[in-house]
């Protein structure tokens, strides 16, 4: 039995709707192994503007300092998106939150439930079986550079930094969890061009020396981006910088047949904070259909690496996998085949995976 305090940071949009989900099969969690868990709430993104005009006021980054883990949800707002000239955006709350609570590495697993393989845009015989672990960097890179306008506003630019230190603590971890899998390291980078990238790869190589049953390759991030469609089982754990994890994770959440499955660890010197993959979706906000699945397992994640509990994090995984057996289907991982009757709301998914728990 343990004590835990947790922070639910919703955000905006659906964000709101799968944290509710996601709290709620933590409790039942605690209820079944006899743990503690306390609840705090914290704003972020445009809510926070909203409220404080700030994207993460000072109170809601206490909070998150103070908790044990963090479930968060998404930022976002579609009234910045075509308004290039915003100075205080949504997106800076969650960029602030990565940095001030040193969140380096962001563990993206991409695994396909076997229910889902007719889910995908990309043929079953491809996708049975994939599994990849991606470790992308979190705190540098072209996101935290200098940026700017010269040249009267006529010319902008952002730079790409990467110190080695960067490099080196998130490479262990990406070798430390290979040595859990299958022992297969990629490095992704574009040393062909860049001067980051050709500095990633000489502290990869040197920590490849420390890991000699770690089997490493290198790999261009353009023709990643075509290989993870056409052979997606090549991988067991990737690693790369901010901007390329980004872009490649995007594009590998179609390996899992929906962005609604995919949590999202990002740990480093604190607390962690979990969270789907996904974003605020305000095209599907307040209707009550976004899958919560991803927040369900992003607790699962949190379970497991925050707080150590294998045992109740695997279980929710299995909770996951009964609820997709049983044929249950939110509308974004349904197709043809799934009968209108177990196409199911965010509330009623929930429900669901509550159930099997
Ligand atoms: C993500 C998101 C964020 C990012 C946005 C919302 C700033 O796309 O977490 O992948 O680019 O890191
Ligand atoms: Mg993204």
């Keep these: 039995m343990a004590k835990k305090h947790i922070l639910v ?48 006021p000072d109170a809601s980054l206490e909070k998150m300092r103070k908790s044990d883990a963090v479930l968060f949800g998404a930022v976002g707002h579609p009234k910045y998106d075509n308004d ?36 995908s845009s990309i043929k079953p015989e491809i996708l049975k079986g994939a599994d990849i672990l991606f470790f992308r960097e979190l705190t540098g890179d072209i996101y935290f550079g200098e940026k700017g306008r010269k040249n009267d506003g006529n010319t902008a630019f ?4 990467y110190s080695r230190f960067e490099v080196e603590r998130i490479g262990r971890k990406a070798f430390e969890a290979a040595r859990t899998r299958r022992k297969k390291l990629c490095s992704v980078d574009k040393a062909n061009v860049l001067e980051t990238s050709r500095l990633w790869r000489e502290e990869i190589q040197k920590l490849a020396v420390e890991y000699p049953d770690v089997e490493v390759e290198y790999q261009f991030v353009d023709s990643t981006a075509m290989m993870l469609i056409k052979d997606p089982r090549r991988f067991d754990v990737v690693v790369t910088a901010n901007l390329f994890g980004d872009i490649l994770t995007d594009e590998a959440s179609q390996i899992a047949g929906s962005m609604g499955m995919l949590a999202s660890a990002s740990i480093g010197d604190g607390t962690g904070v979990y969270e789907p993959i996904h974003g605020s979706a305000h095209d599907i906000t307040g209707k009550g259909i976004a899958n919560p699945l991803a927040s369900v ?61």
């Design 158 to 161: 952002d730079v790409a930094e």
């Design 84 to 119: 290039p000239s915003a100075k205080v955006r949504p997106e800076q709350g969650l960029l602030k939150m990565r940095k001030e609570l040193g969140l380096y590495a962001n563990l993206r697993p991409i695994k396909l439930f076997d229910e889902l393989l007719g889910a």
């Design 297 to 357: 397992l992003s607790a699962a994640l949190l379970l497991d690496i925050s707080f150590g509990m294998k045992e109740e994090s695997e279980l929710v995984i299995s909770a996951v996998d009964k609820v997709l057996k049983a044929g249950y289907r939110t509308v974004d991982i349904a197709d043809k085949t799934t009968p209108k009757e177990n196409i199911l709301g965010t509330e009623a998914m929930g429900e669901a995976v509550l159930k099997f728990l």
């Design 9 to 56: 940071v919703p955000g905006d949009g659906i964000g709101q709707e799968v944290t509710l989900v996601g709290k709620k099969v933590l409790d039942k969690i605690a209820a079944r192994f006899g743990h503690e868990f306390t609840y705090d709430e914290a704003l972020i993104g445009h809510v926070a503007i909203e409220a404080t005009g700030n994207p993460l």
